[in-house]
């Protein structure tokens, strides 16, 4: 485990640091002291971070984030360095994001060359991608890739736990991102995740605002947010902000500390997918449990069928420069 200067901290009175990158806000007041992410300590009057480096460095298509209306068919060379500000119960990567919380997992990842990884990149045509343990603890590394070559194109795949200080310095190193909305209810995301999600509804909102293209994921869990109320409360947040954010419906596994519950059926997806365009969403998706119905992309307004997918990537691609070529209607998103 290598640790590596981190930026996003402040001193503050009685010889203490602020970490400033997530809301949790961590006072460090002794060296060594380690944040509720644990992949942040103080050193001396600073902070370091473990997260220039990465546990995986995949090939993946960029549906695999998932990302439907950006950039279809593209290559995305993923990173991940264990660690995670959140606590979700159902994490099913909770052997990287849960490093430091629990005894047996240890430390996965090494140390990042930037020139190397922005070679590989543009070697494979690829964009670079954030995905599997939370992006934003890897803020400096985003960064410095962001800054090195400006022909590379970044994307996260967060929970979107990041305070307004922080999000200001990355939006400009970032093109597009699939943001995780478990619930809009605080006691629920609260018991879920050990974090409020005000901060995340306060992000949401600020990352379509500064162009950065936008689409949203949610588990749906049975006995804790599949009910109506709860999924048509977050279908109407992410409709409030716009209708053509794209909404990825996932089928919960039972894993981590809620291997208890059963998985969503088939049945309670297809009608959250009804639900969500009654609420007036545009674009709703369920990649596996719905068949290739749920993962294809129709015309909202003729109907025809214009993107189709398989589980692994995109299939066949209809559009012409972003427009329906049977009635015209342009289709929001990065083509």
């Given at each position: 485990?290598?640790?590596?200067?981190?930026?996003?901290?402040?001193?503050?009175?009685?010889?203490?640091?602020?970490?400033?990158?997530?809301?949790?806000?961590?006072?460090?007041?002794?060296?060594?002291?380690?944040?509720?992410?644990?992949?942040?300590?103080?050193?001396?009057?600073?902070?370091?971070?473990?997260?220039?480096?990465?546990?995986?460095?995949?090939?993946?298509?960029?549906?695999?984030?998932?990302?439907?209306?950006?950039?279809?068919?593209?290559?995305?060379?993923?990173?991940?360095?264990?660690?995670?500000?959140?606590?979700?119960?159902?994490?099913?990567?909770?052997?990287?994001?849960?490093?430091?919380?629990?005894?047996?997992?240890?430390?996965?990842?090494?140390?990042?060359?930037?020139?190397?990884?922005?070679?590989?990149?543009?070697?494979?045509?690829?964009?670079?991608?954030?995905?599997?343990?939370?992006?934003?603890?890897?803020?400096?590394?985003?960064?410095?890739?962001?800054?090195?070559?400006?022909?590379?194109?970044?994307?996260?795949?967060?929970?979107?736990?990041?305070?307004?200080?922080?999000?200001?310095?990355?939006?400009?190193?970032?093109?597009?991102?699939?943001?995780?909305?478990?619930?809009?209810?605080?006691?629920?995301?609260?018991?879920?995740?050990?974090?409020?999600?005000?901060?995340?509804?306060?992000?949401?909102?600020?990352?379509?605002?500064?162009?950065?293209?936008?689409?949203?994921?949610?588990?749906?869990?049975?006995?804790?947010?599949?009910?109506t109320d709860s999924l048509q409360q977050i279908a109407a947040t992410i409709y409030a902000i716009s209708p053509d954010i794209p909404w990825h419906l996932l089928r919960f596994t039972p894993e981590f500390q809620l291997r208890h519950l059963p998985p969503t059926s088939p049945a309670l997806l297809n009608q959250?997918?009804?639900?969500?365009?009654?609420?007036?969403?545009?674009?709703?998706?369920?990649?596996?449990?719905?068949?290739?119905?749920?993962?294809?992309?129709?015309?909202?307004?003729?109907?025809?069928?214009?993107?189709?997918?398989?589980?692994?990537?995109?299939?066949?691609?209809?559009?012409?420069?972003?427009?329906?070529?049977?009635?015209?209607?342009?289709?929001?998103?990065?083509?």
């Amino acid at each position: 485990m290598q640790w590596t200067k981190a930026s996003f901290y402040q001193p503050q009175k009685h010889d203490r640091l602020l970490c400033r990158l997530c809301p949790h806000a961590c006072v460090f007041t002794t060296d060594k002291a380690v944040g509720l992410c644990q992949v942040r300590r103080r050193h001396g009057q600073c902070l370091e971070t473990a997260t220039f480096a990465t546990a995986v460095q995949n090939l993946d298509a960029i549906e695999r984030k998932p990302l439907y209306h950006y950039k279809p068919g593209a290559k995305v060379l993923t990173l991940a360095a264990p660690g995670c500000q959140l606590r979700c119960r159902y994490c099913q990567n909770y052997r990287l994001s849960q490093f430091g919380r629990l005894p047996e997992i240890g430390w996965q990842a090494k140390p990042v060359d930037i020139q190397s990884l922005i070679a590989t990149a543009l070697n494979q045509q690829a964009m670079i991608g954030f995905s599997y343990s939370e992006p934003s603890l890897a803020a400096e590394l985003t960064l410095a890739l962001a800054q090195a070559d400006q022909r590379l194109e970044i994307i996260w795949k967060t929970n979107g736990f990041l305070t307004a200080a922080a999000r200001q310095q990355l939006v400009p190193c970032l093109a597009a991102i699939n943001l995780d909305l478990k619930t809009i209810n605080q006691q629920q995301h609260v018991a879920l995740t050990g974090a409020p999600v005000k901060p995340i509804l306060a992000n949401l909102r600020a990352f379509y605002q500064a162009g950065i293209w936008l689409e949203i994921s949610t588990p749906i869990i049975p006995e804790i947010n599949a009910d109506t109320d709860s999924l048509q409360q977050i279908a109407a947040t992410i409709y409030a902000i716009s209708p053509d954010i794209p909404w990825h419906l996932l089928r919960f596994t039972p894993e981590f500390q809620l291997r208890h519950l059963p998985p969503t059926s088939p049945a309670l997806l297809n009608q959250a997918v009804q639900m969500a365009h009654q609420v007036g969403l545009k674009y709703v998706y369920v990649e596996r449990a719905l068949g290739p119905s749920g993962r294809n992309t129709g015309c909202p307004q003729c109907h025809r069928e214009l993107i189709s997918r398989t589980i692994w990537g995109i299939q066949h691609n209809r559009l012409n420069q972003g427009h329906c070529p049977d009635c015209g209607l342009k289709i929001p998103g990065r083509w």
